[in-house]
């Protein structure tokens, strides 16, 4: 019996579930964590949590034993019946996602009742709870606001949308009749995904597993036939931005909070523009398209885009990550090797946090034609004082997209770069001096694709020597200046 605070995670056998059980574990080895999943952990979860528990959502007795042995303050529910399953069998996933969810909600009402704080709980909805009725409308809608086109036309997108009134509902009007004040015991916490691209996880057939499925394929070297228009457009995360935004909105403090639910978005790309990164990335991949006439009205009851204003707000800047990114990471087989090994150095976890929007710079010095395969985000406006104020090059060069030209951009971003080298072995100097040469006309596509091929490991993780502990870089022994950790990072 654990009466220390706990953390209870439910569907922890996925890849957002490990991600989550190796960032809790680290950043708080003292509060045991207690997982929930029909299926086992992989064992290098397993080695870091206090209980895996074998089990359903749906089986009372199984939560009320762990209510009774642990002190859960935080729950993350990720356990669903996902949206393809969800399609053909309408009764079970009503079943597993709300009734599986209403179990939870009361399971932590109980625990915050019991111990007499809130239990902060994690929600993943979906951008299935959207529901536009035509293609005429969803361009017309541009980027969509939480409240919104809430028409969904799926079984899974019904769900989601249910469950997140059922967090409100838990979270701010639990039994509002009655004597005593019931509600405020759930801080109920909720994230509408996009669609999700993930390196480390084969797609599972979803109704957005265009993108990942066109990538993975790609990779493994088979053809493959996208199910939807080569204009169809949704929003899309790359899995470890996903995960990040799980992280700032569960550690947002709750009077900051404006609502319960949240859009986030990344990038917005067409699936033509989703091919031309996979082909730059991968040339003899072999893509065609055979379009799902059932799957194709679904995606098109999506929005385009999706408005996290409100997120950006509360919780800070977009996640940067872009597609040519996520595909070139796919095949690095010293890559997938070190997540198989669970070798990434712990070093490298903590720098991934702060290099990310400065990886974006380095990746656009040294893309040959960013202009036709980089996919930019969509930016919003920004006055002169703002400009000025901003101390974040990501946002910064977000907002340049579009308005700059690429050798601009480009060069921009060798600066970033040159200012890093003091931090970098000579050996890799030739990467930004080259993309300096082809901003001036001096290089070839052929010359920046050849140094990149030569320097592969500048889209995976790098080199465990590479890395000493925080917060000294191992090449000079200084603190780790703002534009340090960009080449540490990618080099």
Request: glycine residues 6%; charged residues 25%; hydrophobic residues 40%.
């Amino acid at each position: 019996m654990s009466r220390k605070p706990s953390v209870l995670i439910t569907g922890a056998s996925g890849e957002i579930g490990h991600a989550l059980i190796s960032r809790l574990s680290h950043s708080d080895p003292d509060r045991p964590i207690v997982t929930l999943d029909l299926n086992p952990l992989p064992p290098e979860s397993a080695k870091l949590v206090k209980q895996a528990v074998n089990g359903s959502i749906l089986d009372p007795a199984l939560l009320d034993g762990i209510l009774a042995q642990y002190e859960v303050d935080h729950v993350y529910h990720l356990a669903a019946l996902l949206s393809t399953r969800s399609e053909f069998s309408p009764a079970l996933a009503h079943k597993v996602n709300v009734e599986g969810t209403l179990n939870l909600l009361e399971f932590a009402q109980k625990q915050g009742e019991s111990h007499g704080r809130p239990v902060a709980f994690f929600y993943p909805s979906s951008i299935a709870a959207f529901g536009l009725p035509s293609l005429d409308i969803k361009g017309q809608a541009n980027r969509v606001k939480e409240d919104d086109y809430n028409v969904p036309t799926t079984m899974y997108g019904a769900n989601k949308l249910y469950c997140e009134h059922l967090g409100r509902y838990y979270s701010r009007h639990y039994k509002q009749l009655a004597a005593e004040t019931m509600s405020g015991k759930v801080d109920f916490r909720c994230i509408r995904f996009p669609g999700l691209i993930s390196a480390e996880t084969v797609p599972s057939g979803g109704t957005s597993d265009y993108a990942p499925e066109m990538i993975h394929a790609a990779a493994s070297g088979q053809p493959y036939a996208c199910f939807v228009r080569p204009d169809t457009r949704i929003p899309f995360m790359a899995m470890p931005d996903a995960v990040d935004a799980i992280f700032r909105l569960m550690d947002a403090p709750r009077a900051r909070l404006s609502r319960t639910v949240y859009n986030i978005g990344a990038f917005a790309p067409s699936a033509a523009e989703i091919a031309t990164v996979v082909h730059a990335a991968f040339p003899k991949a072999e893509m065609s398209t055979k379009v799902d006439e059932k799957r194709q009205g679904i995606v098109d009851s999506w929005p385009a885009d999706v408005d996290d204003s409100a997120a950006r707000k509360r919780l800070g800047s977009r996640p940067p990550i872009r597609v040519r990114r996520r595909v070139r990471r796919v095949p690095d087989p010293e890559h997938q090797e070190a997540v198989r090994r669970d070798m990434m150095p712990p070093a490298y976890r903590e720098l991934r946090h702060y290099t990310r929007p400065l990886g974006r710079v380095f990746l656009l010095a040294l893309a040959p034609a960013a202009g036709s395969v980089m996919l930019r985000c969509q930016g919003e406006t920004m006055t002169e004082a703002e400009w000025l104020a901003c101390e974040d090059p990501g946002t910064m060069f977000e907002f340049l997209h579009g308005r700059a030209t690429n050798r601009k951009l480009r060069l921009i971003a060798v600066a970033c770069c040159e200012r890093a080298k003091p931090f970098v072995p000579e050996d890799y100097h030739d990467l930004v001096d080259t993309a300096e040469a082809f901003a001036d006309g001096r290089a070839s596509v052929a010359d920046l694709e050849a140094i990149r091929a030569r320097h592969h490991r500048l889209d995976g993780y790098p080199d465990r020597a590479t890395f000493t502990p925080l917060p000294t870089i191992p090449l000079t022994g200084r603190p780790i200046d703002p534009f340090a950790p960009l080449v540490v990072h990618y080099l």
